[in-house]
């Protein structure tokens, strides 16, 4: 008669794995948002996610590559909820593609950016994650704004506002700009509006 082993309520190992990735990832975007890139090492991100720092080295052998895993995480996460916006009006979608700019999110970006600013190391990883990450977000905004891009100006109508919205984020780095942003917002869902019909 053979050894009956119990059966267990253990996760699978890829399945842990996967999850102590995703808590980095998370981690690492909080990290970058609360205390910038200086203030972000990949032990204060290892401890943040409750992990030790040979965990974080394994799934992300240097600094670089957690930061931008990290950021190019939220972007995929940015653009599936995006992507399950319901149909609704221009100004709500011009609202909602805002909102992208304005948490943490676009924070930890942020410092990402400035970082690459002045470290050679990872401006290119940067520059080609932003550059992916920009074309995907315009090809989301013309879907949802039904934007006839072979119409003149409607390409740099969704641009602009892309632009726009980048902008009312760094606003809002330093003070709540939430009043001002409101009414920026429902200017441009009119300009919009007009330029797109």
């Known amino acids: 008669m053979g050894v009956v082993t119990p059966p267990t309520d253990r996760t699978p190992k890829q399945d842990r794995s996967r999850a102590t990735r995703q808590r980095l990832l998370e981690a690492a975007v909080a990290c970058l948002a609360e205390h910038g890139w200086a203030g972000s090492t990949v032990s ?6 409750g992990v030790s720092r040979g965990a974080a080295q394994h799934h992300f052998p240097t600094r670089e590559d957690l930061f931008t895993a990290a950021v190019e995480y939220v972007a995929e996460e940015r653009s599936a909820a995006l992507r399950a ?5 221009r100004t709500a979608v011009v609202a909602a593609l805002v ?11 942020l410092q990402l950016w400035v970082a690459a600013s002045n470290e050679s190391q990872l401006r290119p990883r ?7 990450v920009g074309r995907e977000t315009h090809r989301i905004a013309v879907e949802l704004l039904a934007a006839d891009e072979t119409k003149p100006g409607a390409r740099e109508t969704v641009q602009g506002l892309l632009d726009m919205a980048r902008g009312l984020g760094l606003a ?19 300009l919009v509006d007009d330029a797109l019909d």
Do not use: I, K, M
């Open 44 to 49: 204060v991100v290892a401890e943040h996610a």
């Open 99 to 109: 909102d992208l700019y304005t948490g943490p999110l676009f924070r930890a970006a």
């Open 85 to 89: 916006l319901p149909v609704q009006s």
């Open 172 to 190: 809002n780095v330093l003070t709540d700009d939430t009043a001002r942003r409101q009414r920026v917002v429902a200017q441009w869902a009119a």
């Open 126 to 132: 940067v520059t080609e994650l932003e550059a992916r």
